[in-house]
């Protein structure tokens, strides 16, 4: 069951390479598969200090100059995803779990968003939980996107985006050298974005196809929750019949299909209450 | 010959599949895994659902464990193995499953130790269902690809 191949350094390239964590086993299966079946060489841990070891995260070297492409490792391949080369691998991608023991998902994002050499990898959060405050904060913080398990085909076909957005930053000047983790100047113009996008989307309850612009803004806007759906929220008690509680899952993932943009990640804001 | 029973063990496995999401056994995340499998992941299906027959039977056992555990009742620690068992259900479409751990843990959460238990013997039924048809599913489907390799020599009639 290997799938470490980059930790050789031997990373093929064509494929984007992402680093799953997770301290589940099968979801760790899962989305290995999930991440194969797209095409991505995968490698995976069950957590996120395990992560930060892969990505050769150094805590105590946090103001490394820039290196220019021409001082990369021997063992780096040609395409050049980053421009940091503290990196023991080049991981275009992280997806991380939130709740793990020791060092949550959100914990191991801003690390990785703090640390000079990795915060340009995007990183994405699955959770099991639908919480909207957790969300926003993770997004807040800087994750990409925020998929609710189980994570399906339709939510990795998202992730390709960002490993190309990233691909493309390489070639601009490098931000400001702040190194705080928490994103106060940047955010604020997504920020407006994301109120503008709430106020057109308060007048059309159904999520339209918005794929161009989910790459260059921030994906998830928070929406007011429609009395269905917050039905849909609070079934607790078995059984339901299959239909009822995916009813909302099919009627989107119809519209994956015909391939709409999935936004699943709108959905998310959809329920404010959770399931207890 | 040899279609014809193909036919019939694919008929027999839909049959079955059919009856289990009707029931609310299985979710539409089961047909996920499907899916996943193909010629590269053969055994996908089977693969992760004997990982969560491994890890949801030591869930279970450490579960009655807790709660004969009169004293000194951890319902922390239930909490955390509800979680676990919650999502691996949720992760291989086990919705009946799923449902009755989010009913414990609400138990739990009350620190009611007579709704725990009574939660763990609904647990502990619908797992054993779900494992016996999970079983049957697979048997099928190891007939249909045993005859799918099998080459009967042509009879004469």
């Not at chain 1, 760790?28 to 194969?36: A, N």
């Not at chain 1, 994301?194 to 989910?214: A, F, G, R, W």
């Not at chain 2, 751990?101 to 725990?116: H, K, L, M």
């Amino acid at each position: 069951m290997g799938s470490s191949v980059a930790a050789m350094g031997m990373v093929s390239d064509s494929k984007f390479h992402v680093l799953a964590v997770d301290d589940s086993v099968i979801d760790r299966k899962l989305i290995e598969r999930l991440l194969k079946t797209s095409s991505f060489q995968v490698t995976t841990v069950d957590s996120g200090s395990k992560a930060l070891e892969f990505l050769g995260y150094d805590p105590g070297n946090n103001s490394i100059p820039y290196v220019s492409p021409n001082h990369h490792h021997h063992h780096h391949h040609h395409h050049h995803h980053h421009h940091h080369h503290l990196q023991e691998v080049d991981v275009n991608l992280v997806i991380t779990d939130y709740c793990m023991p020791g060092m949550t998902g959100y914990d191991l994002l801003k690390k990785i968003k703090g640390s000079k050499a990795l915060r340009n990898i995007p990183v994405v959060i699955m959770s099991s939980e639908n919480v909207p405050a957790r969300i926003n904060r993770c997004l807040e913080e800087g994750a990409e996107e925020f998929f609710l398990k189980p994570v399906r085909l339709s939510d990795v076909n998202r992730l390709k985006p960002h490993m190309l957005k990233t691909k493309l930053k390489c070639g601009k000047p490098e931000r400001t050298e702040e190194d705080e983790p928490d994103s106060g100047s940047q955010s604020q113009a997504p920020e407006q974005q994301h109120h503008e996008q709430q106020e057109q989307l308060q007048s059309q309850q159904v999520p339209t196809p918005l794929q161009d612009q989910d790459q260059d803004q921030l994906p998830s806007v928070p929406v007011l929750p429609t009395p269905q759906q917050e039905q849909e929220q609070l079934q607790l008690l078995p059984p339901t019949p299959p239909q009822q509680s995916n009813n909302n899952n099919n009627n989107k993932r119809k519209a994956m299909e015909d391939g709409l943009s999935p936004d699943r990640t709108r959905r998310r804001y959809n329920g404010i209450t959770t399931m207890v | 010959m040899l279609g014809f029973g193909a036919d019939r063990l694919r008929a027999d496995m839909n049959r079955l599949l059919a009856l289990l999401f009707h029931q609310g056994i299985l979710d539409e995340q089961f047909l996920q895994l499907q899916q996943l499998e193909d010629e590269s992941s053969p055994n996908f299906v089977s693969e992760v659902v004997n990982i969560y027959f491994q890890e949801s039977e030591r869930l279970l056992k450490n579960l009655r464990a807790l709660l004969i555990e009169r004293e000194l009742t951890d319902y922390k620690k239930m909490g955390n193995h509800l979680n676990q068992l919650m999502g691996s259900s949720s992760s291989i479409g086990a919705n009946r499953v799923r449902n009755v751990c989010i009913a414990f843990r609400a138990n739990s959460e009350q620190n009611n130790r007579a709704g725990c238990l009574g939660t763990l013997e609904v647990l502990e039924h619908e797992y054993c269902y779900l494992k016996s048809k999970l079983h049957e599913l697979f048997q099928i489907e190891q007939q249909r690809v045993l005859g799918a390799g099998v080459r009967y020599p042509m009879h004469q009639n």
